[in-house]
T-cell receptor
Framework: GAVVSQHPSWVICKSGTSVKIECRSL??????MFWYRQFPKQSLMLMAT?????????EQGVEKDKFLINHASLTLSTLTVTSAHPEDSSFYIC??????????????FGEGSRLTVL | GNSVTQMEGPVTLSEEAFLTINCTYT??????LFWYVQYPGEGLQLLLK?????DKGSNKGFEATYRKETTSFHLEKGSVQVSDSAVYFC?????????????FGAGTRLFVKA
């Protein structure tokens, strides 16, 4: 199956700093990547959809200036949490679909990145 | 609008018990249906899928049948194991206004006791 890798798995940062999370598709070209946020014991909240080479589409209520998403290549998307605050602490998950994988709508997920802001 | 509703958890079962997690959906058109599983501290992974009515998805002893008449996609397993303890998400995918969308249910946490 298609593999999506996310890095880092864990990150702890001080309030006010910025954190970058990478999402890579290792064996397919990801034409679309999705970024989710998951609070403890809750479902996934879609934050934004990014298509390679174009600006990300953000869901209502998600601050695009705070959560910067870049999808510069067919294998890499990044999420940067700018000026992080403790309320940004969460589990962030990316998923991807591509030309080879996207026929049935199946998504391939990264392992997730747990962000803790002190 | 499109939505997915699944039974609330947590569900606690003894090993070798029968499992059913209910999932119903509301959608326009003909979405594909999925069950994803999330083990503690990990991302989601696909468990099984069905792309059209009456299709049965199956994997690792789990099964779910796409029932268009009842708009359901219930997950079943005849004999659960401790290693099945995880959170299970029902989801639908399709192309809608604004592009491709995947909609997840709230998730159902399963605990299996030895």
């Amino acid at each position: 199956g298609a593999v999506v890798s996310q890095h880092p798995s864990w990150v702890i940062c001080k309030s006010g700093t910025s954190v970058k999370i990478e999402c890579r598709s290792l064996d397919f070209q990801a034409t679309t990547m999705f970024w989710y946020r998951q609070f403890p014991k809750q479902s996934l909240m879609l934050m934004a959809t990014s298509n390679e080479g174009s600006k990300a589409t953000y869901e209502q209520g998600v601050e695009k200036d705070k959560f910067l998403i870049n999808h510069a290549s067919l294998t890499l998307s990044t999420l940067t949490v700018t000026s992080a605050h403790p309320e940004d602490s969460s589990f962030y998950i990316c998923s991807a679909r591509g030309r080879r994988t996207g026929g049935t709508g199946e998504l391939f997920f990264g392992e997730g990145s747990r962000l803790t802001v002190l | 609008g499109n939505s997915v509703t699944q039974m609330e958890g947590p569900v606690t079962l003894s090993e070798e018990a029968f499992l059913t997690i209910n999932c119903t959906y509301t959608a326009t058109g003909y979405p594909s249906l999925f069950w994803y599983v999330q083990y503690p501290g990990e991302g989601l992974q696909l468990l099984l899928k069905a792309t059209k009515a009456d299709d049965k998805g199956s994997n690792k002893g789990f099964e779910a049948t796409y029932r268009k008449e009842t708009t359901s996609f219930h997950l079943e397993k005849g004999s659960v194991q401790v290693s099945d303890s995880a959170v299970y998400f029902c989801a639908l995918s399709g192309r809608y206004t604004g592009g491709f969308k995947t909609i997840f249910g709230a998730g159902t946490r399963l605990f299996v006791k030895a």
